[in-house]
């Protein structure tokens, strides 16, 4: 890879290379919170990352963030496991954060003795009040200066669980009129009275944020400890702290951020998407409509498109917004190349060729996909009654109508020529039925004359007598807005797009789909692509679509 083509991430790992940093010292981790599943915005994380790890060929870990056991539980656990394993990603070493609490800990009472920590029993309003604002320095506490062996005692305590929550925190001491907020005596520790999902009742003591990644990056080593914008001005505190515990022998980690990836018509922030999903607006995390990656897989979205995505949308320095319509190019463009073509009428209208014998069937052949090289074919029943869309029919229509009408031909797709003759209605005047006229030697790839006839239109159709009856789930955006969470006082929640989820209850496929499994991908043609829902069965079989052949929505 040439130089010119590293994002800045990567410019700041080669010019550490270049001043004398050993190549095999660079380790990666991707560190997620297991309170919620991952989203597309932690897919640019997990890209950057990893793929850092395949660029250098150096280790990734997957920590688990669990410093907070009232939010984080297994199911997340496990969500974040299989999401990143099926993006096609291996982690060096499996870490928890909760499995250094005790070297957290002794470093913690380290500080403590050398003056550089102390137990505060003000209540977290009056701690707040105290912090002053960016242009006043803050108030000292009035335990600021209590003595080593109090604060030892205190903490103790507070680890054993004699004192109620909110009743103590351990505050590092750094300076109270620092120009940095997060300098001002931040705290490391509070008391949780829960259950953690991993370390049960042995601790009540849980360290915050600050205090618990840096030094995490520490023990395991971490060479660069990449983080989103936001935490830039913890960098500071980051480094004081490991200032405080480090060991010149040693790796010191260095953290640096980059911008989030937001994308436009949605919400990315685990709080947010979890509102989404306990207000019922949406089936489950992994609904299609949302923007996790279980939501993303569950409605036909490849890996290699998400990657895709990442690498084409890029690491940047400064915040910006990612148009949705780059991700739905980026899945088309891979399903174009991948995805089985096949034919299936959503909105069925009963068409007969009256020319073409009673009970007969008979086996065309349609190619799997004409993008892939050898990708075979497979049979489609044809019979003298079938359904096409409704749409693909009027009974008199202009020039620019490439579709049937009365008098005119068009091909069905690897089979005949038609001509429309004539129609029944209702009573209501809709189409009941349309009659047609077949040239019957026109069958494509049968090599004959008629069968290279070139006619304006081609309609997609399946055998009334063949086909298969299945569910079909088509999805919008899910925010009417743009930017659903950028309006101040108003929720997110009041943009929601009423219509995001259309069911087809009755849609008719060629049974060549009925064997199909949850890894197979289809282009419906001249519809869109799709997948099997998790929920299909054999008897009720569900597609979803994961999106149209074109973009629809640039208008
Ligand atoms: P959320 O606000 O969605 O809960 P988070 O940052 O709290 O996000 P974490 O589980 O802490 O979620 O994130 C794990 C890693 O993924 C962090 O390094 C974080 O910076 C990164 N990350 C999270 N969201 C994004 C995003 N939108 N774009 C890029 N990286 C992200
Ligand atoms: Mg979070
Ligand atoms: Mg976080």
């Known amino acids: 890879e040439g130089s010119d083509s590293l994002n800045f991430i990567e410019q700041i790992i080669s010019e550490d290379l270049k001043s004398g940093m050993d190549k095999n010292v660079l380790r990666f981790r991707f560190p997620p919170e297991p309170n919620g599943y991952l989203h597309i915005g932690h897919a640019a994380s997990i890209c950057l990352n990893f793929g850092l790890g395949e660029d250098y060929q150096s280790p990734v870990n997957l920590r688990f963030d669990d410093t907070n056991p009232s939010k984080e539980e297994q199911e997340f656990v496990d969500s974040i496991k299989s999401d990143i394993e099926w993006l096609g990603f291996e982690w060096a070493k499996e870490c928890y954060t909760s499995d250094y609490f005790q070297e957290l800990y002794d470093w913690a009472v380290e500080l403590i003795k050398k003056g550089k920590a102390y137990i505060d029993g003000q209540s977290p309003e009056l701690i707040a009040e105290q912090k002053g604002t960016p242009t006043e320095p803050g108030k000292p506490s009035p335990h600021r200066d209590r003595p080593v062996e109090e604060n030892l005692d205190l903490f103790e ?39 953690h999902h991993r370390t049960g009742t042995d601790w009540c003591i849980y360290p915050m944020y600050d205090w618990a990644h840096g030094q995490s990056d520490y023990i395991e080593q ?23 515990i480090y060991d010149e022998n040693k790796l010191r980690p260095k953290q640096r951020e980059f911008a989030r990836r937001n994308l436009s018509y949605t919400v990315m922030s ?43 949308s890029g690491i940047s320095k400064r915040d910006s ?44 052949e349609a190619e799997n996909n004409p993008e892939m090289e050898n990708s075979g074919v497979h049979e489609v029943p ?71 006839r070139k006619v304006k239109g081609t309609l997609h159709w399946v055998s ?27 929720s997110f929640m009041e943009f929601i797009n009423p219509d995001s989820l259309k069911i087809t209850k009755e849609a008719y496929l060629e049974p060549f789909l009925a064997s199909s499994s949850m890894d197979d991908k289809f282009q419906f043609q001249r519809v869109g692509y799709f997948t099997l829902d998790k929920d299909s069965s054999k008897d009720h079989l569900i597609f979803n679509k994961t999106v149209g052949l074109k973009d629809s929505w640039a208008k």
């Open 157 to 195: 305590k507070m680890k054993n669980g004699e004192f109620e929550a909110g009743s103590y925190v351990l505050r590092a001491k750094i300076d109270m009129a620092s120009p940095n907020m997060l300098m001002r005596d931040p705290l490391m520790y509070r008391i949780i009275n829960k259950a």
């Open 222 to 244: 971490v060479s660069h400890s990449l983080c989103t914008l936001e935490f830039k001005s913890h960098r500071e505190l980051y480094d004081w702290f490991l200032d405080q």
């Open 270 to 312: 685990k709080r947010k998407l979890l509102e989404l999903v306990q207000s019922k607006t949406v089936a489950g995390w992994d609904d299609p409509r949302m923007p996790t990656i279980s939501g993303l897989r569950r409605r036909g979205y490849t890996p290699e498109s998400i990657r895709k995505f990442s690498e084409i």
């Open 321 to 364: 917004v990612t148009d949705v319509s780059l991700l739905e190019y980026a899945i088309r463009e891979d399903l174009n190349k991948k995805a089985t073509r096949a034919m299936a009428v959503l909105d069925p209208v009963k068409l007969v060729i009256t020319n073409y014998p009673e009970g007969k069937t008979e086996m065309l």
């Open 382 to 452: 044809f019979s003298r009654e079938l359904y096409i869309e409704k749409d693909d029919f009027k009974e008199e229509a202009g020039n620019k109508y490439f579709r049937l009408t009365l008098g005119k031909e068009v091909r069905l797709k690897n089979a005949y020529i038609i001509k429309g003759e004539s129609v029944d209605k209702d009573e209501n005047g809709n189409i009941t039925t349309i009659y047609c006229t077949a040239d019957l030697d026109s069958r494509s790839g049968s090599g004959t004359e008629a069968s290279m």
């Open 464 to 490: 009334i007598e063949h086909a298969v009856k299945a569910e079909v789930r088509e999805y919008d955006r899910l925010f009417l807005d743009e930017a659903p969470d950028a309006h101040g006082e108003k």
